[in-house]
């Protein structure tokens, strides 16, 4: 059997033939995500829905034009972020992306961050149950943005960007898969947060069904048999189960953004965030780790003049591995990569510089001394006690330096599997796809 699956990134919509018997990926395709709205408020950031649908839509029938035989559709999405619907499933707002940052901005009549006021609206225990997931782009706070500025009409339904495109072609009405519910959902007994939706002046909404992963949501006619059109799924998910995620392993990613997280088979809430995993199971994970971002900042400093003097810089990161590699040690060095809101912080630093020490294989040494470390408190935060036995690490930044590799060794002192697979998200939905999510 093959399948068609798509994930739907905040870079590009890209999308791949999933060959069950194989196990491999077929035929990829690729669109760029959409442009923001222009000339919108600083920090907000919209996206016309249609756009998006037509990138889905596009990507999903170059790929039917190479399995015509296809019976399955799967897709992986962006989390956070929504677009609100009227009862009859038609848009009545852009998609507000999880990149918005409006919910920073003081509330009506106000002079606090919205963020502040929502949050402060929930106790202690409400927000556990919320899995204590609360950023400028989360669904919560934009309704509640929406609802200060008197546009949250009664009884709209809000919805994932995913659940929206596959709603789109799937025909029916959006419905959301809860590993897509961040932040959403009381993690108790896996219902809509009503409680807490009242508490924080965003009550009175029509929350779509939640739907499992074997469950078919709509179908999508084509010449040879309609395909069966499944919920959109959180992309984190999906790249952990691409990567076959055990619950004896800790992950951890390390790439552009990164994460440590564990599946746990109960609702085990810890100093982290929560969300639900496949089977009924959960995802204990720390999001925000600083890593290929924050290391970007220090590439982007060190090619400056040069760029601007016309030279070719393409090999900066290869020659900058070489030098940590080359360097003893970090000559004592120390590199806070903390330059965004991040889980350790927003105040990167720099420091203990001296005339001799600053080098660029020290400074990355230093760098990824605060990554291993970083990813070693993180997984305290996950479970003080480890419940896990080994490692599983991803992301293209082990791979590219050893020197990181050796850090994460040394601070775990555990069996460590790497995972060079690039194209995790796909690799999940071909993994759900074939049942391999199944408790």
Not at 49 to 56: L, R, Y
Not at 212 to 241: S, Y
């Amino acid at each position: 059997m093959r399948c068609i699956g798509i994930d739907i990134g905040s870079s590009s919509i890209k999308g791949a033939v999933l060959d069950i018997a194989s196990g491999r990926l077929e035929h990829m395709e690729r669109a760029p995500f959409p442009d923001p709205v222009p000339g919108l408020p600083a920090g907000f950031h919209e996206v016309p829905v249609d756009a998006i649908v037509a990138g889905a839509s596009g990507v999903v029938a170059s790929l039917l034009r190479h399995a015509p035989d296809a019976q399955q559709l799967r897709v992986s999405s962006q989390m956070g972020g929504m677009v609100l619907l009227d009862a009859r499933g038609a848009a009545l707002t852009h998609y507000l992306s999880w990149r918005d940052q409006r919910a920073l901005l003081p509330a009506p009549g106000d002079d606090a961050p919205l963020l502040a006021r929502l949050r402060a609206a929930w106790s202690d225990a409400q927000f556990e149950q919320l899995g204590k997931e609360l950023k400028p782009g989360s669904t919560t706070a934009l309704l509640l943005w929406l609802a200060r500025h008197g546009r949250l009409p009664e009884g709209a339904t809000p919805a994932t960007i995913g659940d929206v495109v596959v709603a789109a072609l799937g025909g029916g009405a959006p419905r959301m898969h809860p590993t897509n519910a961040i932040g959403l959902l009381d993690l108790r007994g896996g219902d809509w947060h009503h409680e807490a939706f009242e508490a924080a002046g965003i009550g009175g909404l029509a929350w779509p069904a939640l739907a499992g992963e074997d469950e078919p949501v709509g179908r999508l006619p084509q010449e040879a048999g309609a395909l069966a059109c499944f919920a959109a799924i959180g992309d984190q998910q999906a790249a952990l189960l691409g990567i076959g995620l055990a619950p004896h392993e800790l992950s951890i990613n390390c790439s552009t953004g990164s994460q440590v997280s564990q599946v746990t088979q109960g609702f085990r809430p810890g100093d982290c965030q929560t969300r639900r995993w496949f089977g009924g199971a959960f995802l204990n994970t720390v999001t925000h780790v600083p890593a290929g971002r924050s290391l970007s900042v220090l590439e982007a400093l060190l090619t400056e003049l040069p760029r601007a003097a016309g030279l070719d810089m393409s090999a900066s990161w290869r020659l900058i591995a070489a030098a940590t590699e080359a360097a003893e040690g970090t000559g004592g060095l120390s590199c806070d990569l903390g330059f965004f809101a991040s889980a350790m912080g927003d105040r990167g630093r720099i420091e203990a510089i001296t005339t001799e020490n600053l080098t660029v294989g020290n400074l990355f040494r230093a760098a990824f001394d605060f990554m291993a470390d970083s990813y070693l408190a993180c997984a305290r935060r996950l479970s003080p006690t480890p419940t896990w036995d080994s490692l599983a690490v991803s992301g293209g930044l082990v791979q590219a330096f050893p020197a990181l590799r050796r850090r994460l060794a040394a601070r775990f002192a555990l069996p460590m599997r790497e995972v060079g697979e690039q194209e995790e998200t796909l690799m999940g939905l071909l993994a759900l796809a074939r049942g391999d999510a199944r408790s």
